[in-house]
């Protein structure tokens, strides 16, 4: 069973400031996906990687995947309470596993103004 | 609007009873699925169909049944309901070969 560590868990700051969130696995994924959940909703997609070594900028937003496909880091420079949320890494093993998305524990973020 | 859509938003059931949630989703996708949140936010998957054919079937009591009459729904029939299976229900949908799942707003199901 593959397995994705996301931290911090937590992460309350002031408007501003910037963070970093990591997920990591021994296993390889074809593909890591970042998912933003704000409550009573479902998970919105924002960025999909799957090359290694990959970033992807999305506004203040900024994504990487590792370069052997085992890990990856969502960056926000300058939080706006507007980013508050749940956020989800998702990895996908890709090959006769498509569609089995192994989801990290996710990260509650908090912007205070 | 383009979407997956499921109903009911929340159901709240006696132990013991029988009910169903049902997805649908128009953009076209030929996969779907079932998710599993529990009350930590932990999403794992439960079920998988593609193009009506059950792909992914993850160790599930077998009180949960997928049934996808076309490639555009997916229903959960969940039978002899337990104070365990309290969770949100996601319904998702994506295309084989193109990353990225859209997901419905989830059913709160609690069982009292």
């Known amino acids: 069973t593959q397995l994705l560590e996301q931290s911090p868990q937590f992460l309350s700051i002031q408007e501003g400031e910037n963070l970093t969130v990591y997920c990591n696995s021994s296993?390889?994924?074809?593909?890591l996906q970042w998912y933003r959940q704000e409550p009573g909703e479902g998970p919105v997609l924002l960025v999909t990687?799957?090359?290694?070594?990959e970033v992807k900028k999305l506004k203040r937003l900024t994504f990487q995947f590792g370069d052997a496909r085992k890990d990856s880091s969502l960056h926000i420079t300058a939080a706006q309470t507007g980013d508050t949320g749940l956020y989800l890494c998702?990895?996908?093993?890709?090959?006769?596993?498509?569609?089995?998305?192994?989801f990290g524990q996710g990260t509650i973020l908090t912007v205070h103004p | 609007d383009t979407a997956v859509s499921q109903t009911p938003k929340y159901l709240v059931t006696q132990m013991g009873n029988d009910k169903s949630i049902k997805c649908e989703q128009n953009?076209?996708?030929?996969?779907m699925y079932w998710y599993k949140q529990d009350s930590k936010k932990f999403l794992k998957i439960m079920f998988s169909?593609?193009?009506?054919?059950?792909?992914i079937n993850e160790t599930v009591p077998n009180r949960f049944s997928p049934k996808s009459p076309d490639k555009a729904h997916l229903n959960l029939h969940i039978n002899s309901l337990e104070l365990g299976d309290s969770a949100v229900y996601f319904c998702?949908?994506?295309?084989?070969?193109?990353?990225?799942?859209?997901f419905g707003s989830g059913t709160r199901l609690t069982v009292v």
């Open positions: 998702a990895g996908e093993p890709g090959g006769t596993s498509y569609g089995k998305l192994t």
């Open positions: 990687v799957v090359t290694g070594g």
């Open positions: 953009l076209g996708h030929d996969t």
């Open positions: 169909y593609n193009n009506k054919e059950l792909i």
């Open positions: 998702a949908s994506s295309h084989r070969g193109v990353y990225g799942y859209t």
């Open positions: 296993s390889v994924f074809s593909s």
